[in-house]
């Protein structure tokens, strides 16, 4: 069964611009979560989805957004990018919600 | 926000000794989780404890799960250099959906 797919793997932004990310979770999995992981702050809950519904959200601010879609594959989507935006972004599957969860490789954003 | 909290930060050790990391919180937890994340990879899941008290093996590496839930250890008898990596905990509360993550442990296994 192939594993959590998330593209682009790297990416360079210019403060200021928005990004899209996207991740394809394991076939089955209806449940995703997303996290951002900066060397300071460890990993970081941003919200988790089930069934197309935002179940749970972080403690980040509105820019960070994201949604699911009917084939359970999910974006988030991050606007007026910060410099202190630059992170990995790591994506979970889950069968369902409060199962345990897979992670991918992750995306790294870098904002310049 | 349920607060883990991992020791040592930093660890590093030579092939073959013994090393244990500790994950603490003051919440208690309805399950905990174990990964191992390499760089620029995301964290893999090694074990999930949901019973107070109880104790899983997965090779040489060894989790314990605290009587009251609330910290968990993991030991890792005869290291190895492929045990090099971040090892994070993660827990889940009673009452969220939320997985709150410590901060890690960075284990270097040197030949």
């Known amino acids: 069964k192939a594993g959590v797919t998330q593209t682009p793997r790297y990416l360079i932004k210019t403060r200021g611009q928005q990004v899209t990310l996207s991740c394809s979770p394991i076939?089955?999995?209806?449940?995703v979560s997303w996290y951002q992981q900066t060397p300071g702050q460890g990993l970081q809950f941003l919200f988790e989805?089930?069934?197309?519904?935002?179940?749970n959200k972080g403690n980040f601010p509105g820019r960070f957004s994201g949604r699911q879609f009917s084939n359970s594959r999910s974006e988030m989507n991050v606007s007026t990018l910060e410099l202190g935006d630059s992170a990995l972004y790591l994506c979970?599957?889950?069968?369902?919600?409060?199962?345990?969860?897979?992670f991918g490789p992750g995306t790294r954003l870098t904002v310049t | 926000t349920q607060l883990l909290e991992q020791s040592p930060q930093f660890l590093s050790i030579q092939e073959g000794e013994n090393l244990t990391v500790y994950c603490n919180s003051s919440s208690v937890f309805s399950s905990l989780q174990w990964y191992r994340q390499e760089p620029g990879e995301g964290p893999v899941l090694l074990v999930t404890?949901?019973?107070?008290?109880e104790v899983k093996k997965l090779k040489r590496l060894t989790f314990q799960f605290g009587d009251a839930r609330k910290d968990s250890s993991l030991h890792i008898t005869a290291a190895q250099p492929g045990d090099t990596g971040l090892y994070l905990c993660a827990g889940r509360g009673n009452s969220g959906y939320a997985l709150n993550f410590g901060k890690g442990t960075s284990l270097l296994v040197t030949p």
């Open positions: 979970a599957s889950s069968l369902s919600l409060l199962y345990e969860q897979y």
């Open positions: 989805y089930f069934s197309e519904t935002q179940r």
């Open positions: 076939s089955g999995h209806r449940s």
């Open positions: 404890v949901v019973t107070g008290g």
